[in-house]
Nanobody, 122 residues
Framework: EVQLVESGGGLVQPGGSLRLSCAAS????????MSWVRQAPGKGLEWVSA????????SYADSAKGRFTISRDNAKNTLYLQMNSLKPEDTAVYYC???????????????WGKGTLVTVSS
């Protein structure tokens, strides 16, 4: 059974940093691309970032470029999202998702975690 469990969310002041983690199990983590998606209160899903299976290539939404860094540790079956210079508009539930291929372009997300809440507020 595929399981994705996010952690690391919480309350942070504007300008602060958080690192989200996503522990994966039930599939061969190192052979699949992964993604982070978020949902702000009252809004739809917004794709944030994706990384290929080997970790050597990543892509970011414009809202995340220069502030967020996606990474993965295939030995630990864990996906990360380092978020710096956080803004109130980054407040959202952050989900990690498995992509149905080793590459993230042109492939959909087939499994999702339950999410972790990030609140950016003073």
């Amino acid at each position: 059974e595929v399981q994705l469990v996010e952690s690391g969310g919480g309350l942070v002041q504007p300008g602060g940093s958080l690192r989200l983690s996503c522990a994966a199990s039930g599939f061969t983590f190192s052979t699949y691309a992964m993604s982070w998606v978020r949902q702000a209160p009252g809004k739809g899903l917004e794709w944030v970032s994706a990384i290929n299976s080997g970790g050597g290539s990543a892509s970011y939404a414009d809202s995340a470029k220069g502030r967020f860094t996606i990474s993965r540790d295939n030995a630990k079956n864990t996906l990360y999202l380092q978020m710096n210079s956080l803004k109130p508009e980054d407040t959202a539930v952050y989900y990690c998702a498995k992509i149905g291929s080793s590459w993230y372009v042109g492939y959909g997300m087939d499994y999702w975690g339950k999410g972790t809440l990030v609140t950016v507020s003073s």
